[in-house]
């Protein structure tokens, strides 16, 4: 596992969110080319996070003018790469190291592709950085 190092916005940002929500957060990434900040919260907590009828999660959008995403943290490298693709379907990941960088290899449906990819590709995008910044692997390809 790698270590995260947060910008003092970044700091901020998940202050405000775990005040907001009472979830911890342990990483925040500013997407700025997407207009949405997403933050990955503690093993558990994505039902707080998200609160009554996405309560929470509507205050903190509203308070930041932003949208929000959140993907629930794991210790499983593969779990945590099929929590950052929510609610897309991926049936399975496989993480090889190539001596150079370590690759997950997804399983996905051929009609669940365009959900995994998402719109000019925000979603595997979102998966890769989140996988890079906490297991240290390089790239997500698709099968």
């Known amino acids: 596992m790698s270590e995260v190092k947060l910008s003092s916005d970044e700091i901020r940002y998940i202050a405000l969110f775990e005040s907001l929500t009472g979830a911890g ?3 925040c990434i500013v997407d700025e080319d997407n ?3 997403i933050f990955v919260v503690n093993e558990g907590e994505m039902g707080l996070a ?3 009828n996405g309560t929470n999660i509507k205050k903190v959008k509203n308070t930041l003018s932003k949208s929000v995403e959140v993907v629930e943290f794991s210790e499983n490298p593969e ?3 099929k ?3 929510s609610p897309a379907e991926v049936k399975e990941v496989e ?3 190539n001596g150079e960088e370590k690759v997950a290899k997804l399983g996905v449906k051929e009609d669940k592709k365009g959900l995994v990819i998402g719109k000019k590709g925000k979603n595997i995008e979102k998966a890769k950085s989140l996988a890079n910044r906490h297991y240290n692997i390089g790239d997500i390809v698709i099968e």
């Open 95 to 97: 993480i090889e190291d």
């Open 25 to 27: 957060a342990r990483d």
């Open 79 to 81: 779990k945590f790469i």
């Open 50 to 52: 998200i609160g009554k």
């Open 83 to 85: 929590n950052s693709l």
């Open 35 to 37: 207009n949405r900040i």
